[in-house]
Nanobody, 125 residues
Framework: QVQLVESGGGLVQAGGSLRLSCAAS????????MGWYRQAPGKQRELVAS???????NFADSVRGRFTISRDNAKNTAYLQMNSLKLEDTAVYYC???????????????????WGQGTQVTVSS
């Protein structure tokens, strides 16, 4: 019922920048947290950055100061601006959105947590 479409990944040289976008659509009443995760080959998926509907942000130590996260609540869209990219930032980046679906049922039954399909970010030397 909720679809996330990511865009903006690609190949970039170390020190360069990329901007990822994640647009949520469907029967959404409200989107609470939106976040970006990444998974490198042979590693577990890890949180990169997250943002609440009120604009509070959280970053992994490895990206703090280089990445910023923002969102457009009216569009249910989150953005991840990645600057000063390093080789170790290479991974598949996934968007996650959490919130409430439209409807009249109990709140607990309308909560959702959806994932995007992932977008590859490759940083080369």
């Amino acid at each position: 019922q909720v679809q996330l479409v990511e865009s903006g990944g690609g190949l970039v040289q170390a020190g360069g920048s990329l901007r990822l976008s994640c647009a949520a659509s469907g029967s959404i009443f409200i989107t609470d947290n939106m976040g970006w995760y990444r998974q490198a080959p042979g590693k577990q998926r890890e949180l990169v950055a997250s943002i609440t509907s009120g604009g509070s942000t959280n970053f992994a130590d490895s990206v703090r100061g280089r990445f910023t996260i923002s969102r457009d609540n009216a569009k249910n869209t989150a953005y991840l601006q990645m600057n000063s990219l390093k080789l170790e930032d290479t991974a598949v980046y996934y968007c996650n959105a959490q919130g409430l679906l439209e409807g009249w049922g109990p709140v607990a039954s309308r909560r959702f947590s959806s994932w995007g399909q992932g977008t590859q970010v490759t940083v080369s030397s």
